[in-house]
């Protein structure tokens, strides 16, 4: 498996090599992006002709945004970090029980609190404008998240509640959620996957004893540089940079053992700098871990707490329970197999556990081409979260095969090749080929596509 590569949702502008492919990817889809950022209204796979819909007993006025899909709101309520025993709530233990054992204050009390259970429907303000996306970022794209409408998503990472919460007087916590972004559909990418975020914020004289005379700021903000924001001093960026990286790697040697191999990586990201990425060697391949920075001094200071500085970081909890128990599809998380469930019902969330495949069932392929509408706004993420909408679970992997323009009619062919296998039982010809012609049927009445007969 090569793939193992989740798309980064803040591109950096160096890019190490492995991450080329999906970075093209990514923007090859870009053409219907408007110089704004904003992406042309574009038919949302069902969107419904009512103008209200009811996401977890709320209303929402539908717009133009809206491309939410009946298959993620079904799925919003099933919250496995919160599932006893589920291995993504596993995971979850053991990280706030290592940030619970790592900090704590003079009486013994665990410094962290953790905040599990925030609504992931937020605003775009709450999820790009208060961690100061810009305006054109390509994150922003409908095509890469699921929105209500123009003004509501779903959450597209857990730092989206981290200006609240700081605003709210916190000065170190932990937000684990369930997160949504458009994707790509094979084995280790689904529409909802669940992140832990971590914010710690020090203040001058918590960080520096009196007699160290060393300042946190600047008197007055310097030049920012590569190394640091105009406002911290060289002395606080390195202190606090050395408590992030070292607090992760222990973090890293928790969750995968003490000889894992890891490194650091320079990273982007708005609401931090500098930033980096821990990666960790994983069956011979370096794998992207998590994302980390000192947080931009905007963000801390207009949620009032411009007297601290502060850390922050972003971690993929699928990505971890799939190298921790050897799970090798992310579908598996959302099985309620007892067979999958059961290997996972241990008392202590530290406790080994390998995934045995219950039973591996036969895959079922079939292909599907159509021209792409010649004015159109096409995405492939609108024809993926049909494929996922229509097939559900059953639905392995999407890939484009082949792709060519027409010389004469000028117009482009995509042919797609879905790969079916549901992870409980065997599919028959019958049911694939009926879901694979909705899949074409929806895609041409929503996105305007024409299926070519092959
Ligand atoms: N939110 C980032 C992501 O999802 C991760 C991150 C969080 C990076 C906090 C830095 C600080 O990719």
């Not at 500098?274 to 801390?300: D, F, R, T, Y």
């Not at 009032?304 to 579908?331: K, N, Q, S």
């Amino acid at each position: 498996m090569n793939n193992i590569i989740l798309r980064p949702l803040f591109l950096r502008p160096v890019k190490s090599s492995k991450n080329v492919a999906l970075k093209s990817f990514k923007y090859s889809t870009s053409s219907y992006v408007n110089s704004d950022g904003a992406s042309t209204p574009a038919l949302a796979p069902n969107s419904s002709p009512l103008a209200t819909l009811t996401v977890s007993g709320k209303q929402f006025e539908s717009d133009s945004y809206t491309n939410i899909s009946e298959g993620i709101i079904k799925r919003m309520p099933r919250k496995l970090h919160q599932q006893k025993n589920h291995p993504i709530n596993l995971i979850k233990e053991r990280i706030v029980s290592y940030f619970y054992k790592k900090f704590v204050g003079r009486t013994g009390n665990p410094v962290f609190s953790v905040y599990d259970n925030l609504d992931p429907i937020v605003t775009t303000h709450q999820n790009f404008d208060a961690l100061l996306v810009p305006r054109n970022h390509v994150s922003r794209q409908k095509s890469d998240s699921y929105y209500l409408n123009s003004k509501y998503m779903l959450r597209a990472h857990t730092t989206a509640h981290q200006s609240d919460l700081i605003s709210s007087g916190l000065d170190n916590f932990l937000i684990i959620g369930d997160v949504y972004r458009r994707d790509t559909v094979d084995s280790t990418h689904y529409p909802i996957f669940h992140q832990c975020d971590a914010v710690r914020l020090q203040t001058q004289h918590e960080l520096f004893p009196e007699e160290w005379d060393l300042k946190v700021f600047e008197k007055r903000p310097d030049k920012r540089t590569d190394d640091k924001q105009a406002e911290h001093t060289v002395d606080a960026v390195r202190i606090l940079s050395y408590q992030l990286k070292t607090t992760l790697q222990d973090l890293a040697k928790t969750l995968f053992g003490p000889d894992v191999e890891y490194r650091w990586v320079e990273a982007y990201f708005p609401f931090t700098h500098p930033s980096w990425e821990l990666e960790i060697k994983h069956k011979g391949e370096w794998l992207e871990l998590l994302g980390c920075g000192i947080m931009e001094h905007a963000i801390v200071a207009k949620a009032g707490a411009g007297d601290r500085i502060g850390w922050a970081f972003g971690l993929g909890l699928e990505r971890v329970a799939m190298r921790v128990y050897d799970i090798p599809d992310i579908r598996l998380f959302w099985s309620t197999d007892r067979a999958f469930l059961q290997q996972f019902a241990v008392d202590d969330p530290f406790t080994a556990v390998k995934y045995k495949p219950v039973s591996v069932y036969p895959i079922c392929v079939n292909d599907i081409s159509f021209w792409i509408p010649p004015h159109g706004d096409f995405s492939q993420n609108d024809f993926f979260d049909i494929v996922r909408t229509v097939g559900g679970d059953m639905i392995e992997e999407v890939s484009l095969v082949d792709q060519f323009v027409h010389p004469k009619k000028r117009l482009t062919s995509h042919c797609y090749r879905i790969t079916y296998r549901h992870m409980e039982r065997t599919l028959t010809k019958t049911e694939v080929n009926a879901v694979h012609n909705e899949i074409g049927r929806r895609a041409t009445e929503v996105l305007g596509v024409s299926v070519r007969m092959t």
